[in-house]
Structures are given as structure tokens and as C-alpha cells.
Nanobody
Framework: QVQLMESGGGLVQPGGSLRLSCAAS????????MGWYRQAPGQQREWVAS???????GYSDSVKGRFTISRDNAKKTWYLQMNGLKPEDTGVYYC????????WGQGTQVTVSS
């Protein structure tokens, strides 16, 4: 059974940093695409960043230059380093893995507030 487990969320002041992790289990093959999405209260889920098996990454304009996605293929784990956090970054962050089909984690709350 495939499971994705996020960790690293929390409460941080504006300008602060957090590092999210997503660990995948139950996946026998390499993960083609790993990604991060977020959903703010009352908003639709939106794409934040993704990284391919070969290491190519992409970012939404709202986080480019502040967030960095990385992955450890051997551990089937990927990360989202978030720097310069803003109140508008608040939301539930979900990780996604694409292995023939999409798999989602349960989400981790990130709150940016003073």
C-alpha cells in the first residue's frame, strides 16, 4: 500500500523558514515526479513546486526564489525548503508522487503569522 507522509509544518513568523519532508513507502519503482501543492482556507489547491526523477525542478511564480525542492531518490523522500515565508504562504501543504498514477499525502499545516 502506497503511503506518503509529510512532516515539518508549523507556525513561523514572517520572514522565517521551514523545511517540509515527504517520505514515500510502498512504492517499488522509482518515482517519476515528486511535487508539492498547497491549499489556503477557502481556496483551491495550487501547485507549488515539482522535481523530476532526473532532477529538473519547477516553481510557481509566487514561490520562485524563496522555495527550493530537492529529493533523495534512494530514500524516496523529497523536501521543500521554504525561506522568506509570507503570511500568504499559509495553508495545508500536500506532497504528491506520480508513479503511473497520482498519490497524495495527508497534508501538513504551515502557518505564517506574527
Amino acid at each position: 500500500q502506497v503511503q506518503l507522509m509529510e512532516s515539518g509544518g508549523g507556525l513561523v513568523q514572517p520572514g522565517g523558514s521551514l523545511r517540509l519532508s515527504c517520505a514515500a513507502s510502498g512504492i517499488e519503482f522509482s518515482i517519476n515526479l515528486m511535487g508539492w501543492y498547497r491549499q489556503a482556507p477557502g481556496q483551491q489547491r495550487e501547485w507549488v513546486a515539482s522535481i523530476t526523477n532526473g532532477g529538473n525542478s519547477g516553481y510557481s511564480d509566487s514561490v520562485k526564489g524563496r522555495f527550493t525542492i530537492s529529493r533523495d531518490n534512494a530514500k524516496k523522500t523529497w523536501y521543500l525548503q521554504m525561506n522568506g515565508l509570507k503570511p500568504e504562504d499559509t495553508g495545508v501543504y500536500y506532497c504528491k508522487a506520480v508513479v503511473g498514477k497520482d498519490y497524495w499525502g495527508q497534508g501538513t499545516q504551515v502557518t505564517v503569522s506574527s
